[in-house]
């Protein structure tokens, strides 16, 4: 299980059509067709921010963890994740007053923003599952040394799954086995500590692959809560399978004009 702390993501500022934002990396790079996962944070935090409909050719995770807003006709507010299947057009995500900020969370790096209408030509299938749902990060953690955990997204038939995990002060706890397609762990609230005794505050990612088990997640001296995010497993459906993917153009990075924050 590889562990990356909120602090120790690669971050810089984006200049918007309405406004400066950041983006924070975590795994992947930005721009780049690769087969490795991806995952980031993007903060928005001013009135009005607009990412406009769009769809990408991989499967992803989006978590609010800031601010409000909405997507589609959808509320957001922290803790609402969203998955979409590949070639599913999402949007837009519009912030109010205070601003938004999200995590998206890939198996495998995307070939691109494909915005929309306009790119319904290059969808390579139908759009599919499209599912939101919410981790509720302001109940109470359970008691020193305690677990929880609560499922969110009960298993797909192809493994996708969510399942909100609450640790008291100094609880340990075994992670689901990674039974499908790979896994994003993201601490919520409180922290974690690592394998190699680093802290993991809130932001901080973990990533579990495909057939692992991960390490026994232990909670900080004020507890954790964690999103545990899993995809699903690898299949004809077009933008499913890592090792398709890998046959893609390295160069066909498809660029969004304005601003290349997702």
Excluded: W
């Excluded at 607009?50 to 963890?65: A, L």
């Excluded at 690898?234 to 890592?242: E, F, L």
């Amino acid at each position: 299980m590889a562990a990356i702390a909120s602090t120790e993501a690669r971050s810089r500022e984006v200049q918007r059509p309405d406004g400066v934002g950041y983006r924070h990396d975590y795994y992947g790079t930005p721009g780049v067709i690769d087969t490795s996962p991806q995952a980031f944070l993007v903060e928005l935090p001013y009135a009005g921010a607009t990412v406009r409909p769009h769809f990408h050719d991989i499967d992803q995770f989006q978590v609010v963890v800031a601010g409000n807003g909405r997507i589609g006709k959808k509320a957001l507010a922290p803790i609402t994740f969203q998955y979409a299947d590949a070639y599913t057009p999402y949007g837009p995500i519009v912030a109010n007053d205070d601003g938004i900020s999200f995590f998206t969370l890939r198996n495998v790096s995307s070939g691109g923003h494909y915005k929309m209408p306009g790119s319904k030509h290059l969808m390579a299938c139908r759009a599919g599952r499209n599912i939101a749902g919410a981790f509720d990060t302001q109940a109470p953690l359970p008691g020193a040394g305690e677990s929880t955990t609560e499922t969110l997204l009960s298993a797909q038939q192809d493994g996708v799954l969510a399942i909100g995990i609450r640790l008291g002060a100094g609880a340990q706890h075994a992670p689901p086995r990674s039974d499908a397609g790979g896994q994003y762990l993201l601490v919520c609230s409180g922290s974690l500590v690592a394998e190699d005794g680093r802290q993991l505050p809130a932001n901080s990612v973990l990533r579990t692959e495909s057939g692992e088990t991960g390490s026994t997640l232990i909670a900080g001296d004020n507890g954790a809560a964690v999103l545990v995010l899993q995809f699903g497993r690898p299949s004809s459906r077009p933008g499913s399978d890592p090792a398709v993917l890998a046959a893609r153009d390295p160069d066909a990075y498809v660029h969004r004009k304005a601003d290349a924050q997702t």
